[in-house]
């Protein structure tokens, strides 16, 4: 059964771990995060961008396909179906399509509007017993066609968005979305402390989870990361496994362009990065 994320996150904060927030594109990416997660006994987030939503044809089909395959599967860990990044109207219609959680990223209006549109959609969401992130200061790279630089969020604002009543926030601390450039400065814990303290310890969302060193995401759970956002690094697997079959030839031999053997390397690959990450972030048996 789905659940919302608010429990999920409070028992990560309050035990020094974090719960991952694996990124969705269709069936096989569903099945290979719920799977791994059931395996290793680990509560899981499901995050779905607008993008991937469109492209599944609708939060709808998403939301009915990701509850029918938890039934079927027969998993029994926490799972929480969240929208990543979404816009005012994307947010209410993952409400409206049977989502447990929500993202409002409101990080790019003026702070006035984002506490406004926050304000009302976490009325809308709580009423309706899904939990709701909120962002403040862009996260870098690019999301769905918005480019942020990896700016540094003010704790002063963090503080005015956490009082909302939002269940966790995802507040920029220098990370960013994507493979991390060559001359990235690495995280700003200073800035983690700060926000941390003047949030009344929330729990905070760290996005771009790909490519940041171990000893970084270890230190930033420590001091108060509650969920870790992984897209690209399952995107890359998949990509890489899929790559290798090909070139060597495994679609020319017998039924190997059968799309359930073509996509089943990627399918593996996906599996054993989930199955690296839940164990880095510490949340193996803790469902």
């Not at 860990?77 to 959680?101: I, M, N, Q, R």
């Not at 992130?133 to 963090?158: F, K, L, T």
């Amino acid at each position: 059964m789905l659940v919302n994320a608010t429990n999920m996150l409070l028992k990560a904060r309050d035990g020094h771990y974090a719960v991952g927030q694996f990124n969705i594109n269709n069936l096989e990416w569903t099945k290979s995060i719920l799977l791994t997660a059931q395996e290793m006994n680990s509560p899981v987030i499901l995050g779905v961008s607008e993008g991937a939503g469109k492209y599944m044809t609708g939060f709808k089909t998403v939301a009915a396909m990701v509850k029918a395959m938890d039934e079927s599967l027969g998993i029994t860990v926490p799972v929480a179906l969240h929208l990543d990044h979404g816009s005012y109207e994307g947010a209410k219609a993952c409400v409206a399509a049977g989502f447990t959680s929500i993202m409002f990223d409101g990080s790019h209006y003026a702070i006035e509007e984002n506490v406004a549109k926050t304000t009302e959609l976490v009325a809308l969401a709580h009423d309706h017993g899904l939990s709701i992130e909120a962002e403040v200061g862009s996260i870098g790279g690019e999301e769905d066609g918005v480019i942020g630089m990896g700016e540094v969020a003010d704790p002063a604002e963090c503080a005015k968005i956490a009082a909302l009543g939002i269940d966790f926030l995802a507040a920029g601390i220098g990370n960013i979305h994507g493979k991390y450039p060559a001359n990235w400065k690495g995280l700003d814990f200073e800035a983690l402390d700060r926000i941390h303290a003047a949030t009344d310890n929330i729990p905070l969302v760290l996005h771009g989870g790909t490519g940041i060193p171990a000893e970084m995401i270890k230190k930033a759970i420590a001091l108060g990361v509650s969920k870790i956002n992984v897209n690209t690094e399952c995107q890359l697997s998949f990509a890489d496994a899929t790559r290798k079959y090909i070139e060597a030839g495994k679609d020319l031999q017998g039924k190997g362009f059968d799309p359930r053997k073509l996509l089943a390397p990627g399918a593996d690959a996906i599996k054993a990065t989930v199955r690296e990450k839940i164990e880095l972030f510490g949340s193996a048996n803790k469902a």
